[in-house]
């Protein structure tokens, strides 16, 4: 199911590609919603000992329901999400993974699934010279390797997420500050991709939680085309997201279903590869 506000079509009827660039989040966005998030690849199979496993899980079970619930006070939840980034980067340390497992896990892509059409709509936006920005509270080294993988880590792509620092082959670490899904807002983009942007006003953002909203400022939401994708607590969220984003997305719905409705995310893809360095 896709809810749509009334003036979507008058908002982006005048964009051109030259005028827009992309702002997304990753996980459960572009790719499915019972997808494994890039935090939970290594958990599911043989990758890590069993104590590693046990540590996350029950950190995902106390954490996890705190990150939906849209009904607790900011500054308590985004204080719990702090910790339950720095715990879980803590276990990485802890238990010495290492980096090579990184590169053997990604490989299981039955772990974590695109949406149908993501592959496709990247495709597009990189034959149009649209820069897409992934800002995510993830694990920067998988959504690396796992659009390497499936061969849309184009040129235009840029990500903005929690690369794991590795000391001969160790992780000691997160390379810079840790992003979590409340302080998305934060995030400093650097000079070389700012200088993309310039003169692409229109900005077409999505995510999955309320707080993505935040990955743009305030003062350009209101143009901005917005698509929020409400797969948890659906019934108690769905007012919320249609309050915030101009297309809600629900049902599992794929980019292929999306683009009949937006149908600028896609334009004269087809399946041929296309050669990347």
């Known amino acids: 199911m896709i809810i749509c506000k009334d003036n979507i079509t008058s908002k982006i009827k005048y964009w051109g590609d030259s005028s827009i660039h992309v702002v997304t989040d990753f996980d459960r966005t572009l790719t499915i919603g019972e997808s494994e ?11 890590v000992s069993p104590e590693y496993i046990e540590d996350r899980n029950r950190l995902y079970k106390k954490y996890r329901p705190i990150e939906i619930d849209e009904t607790m006070d900011w500054e308590k939840k985004n204080q719990y999400m702090i910790e339950w ?29 695109f949406r149908d059409g993501a592959i496709e709509m990247l495709k597009s936006f990189y034959k149009r010279n649209i820069p897409v920005i992934i800002i995510s509270a993830g694990i920067g080294n998988f959504i690396e390797l796992f659009l390497k993988l499936h061969g849309c880590y184009f040129d235009n792509i840029f990500i903005m997420a929690n690369f794991i620092k590795f000391e001969e082959g160790i992780a000691v670490g997160i390379e810079d500050m840790v992003i979590h899904s409340l302080n998305k807002n934060e995030v400093s983009l650097p000079d070389k991709i700012l200088d993309k942007l310039k003169n692409r006003n229109n900005i077409i953002l999505m995510g999955d939680n309320s707080s993505d909203i935040n990955m743009i400022s305030e003062e350009k939401r ?4 917005k698509i929020g994708f409400l797969e948890e607590n659906v019934l108690e969220n769905k007012s ?22 937006i149908p600028l995310l896609m334009k004269d893809v087809s399946n041929e590869s296309i050669n990347i360095n």
């Open 37 to 47: 998030s890039s935090w939970g690849i290594l958990s599911t199979g043989d990758f």
């Open 85 to 113: 980034w720095n715990k879980h980067i803590s276990l990485f340390i802890k238990y010495k993974l290492k980096e090579e497992v990184i590169k053997n896990a990604i490989k299981d892509v039955k772990i974590m699934r």
């Open 222 to 225: 209101k143009e901005a085309l």
């Open 240 to 261: 919320l997201y249609e309050k915030i984003y101009d297309v809600v997305c629900m049902d599992k719905t794929n980019f292929k279903e999306l683009n009949k409705v």
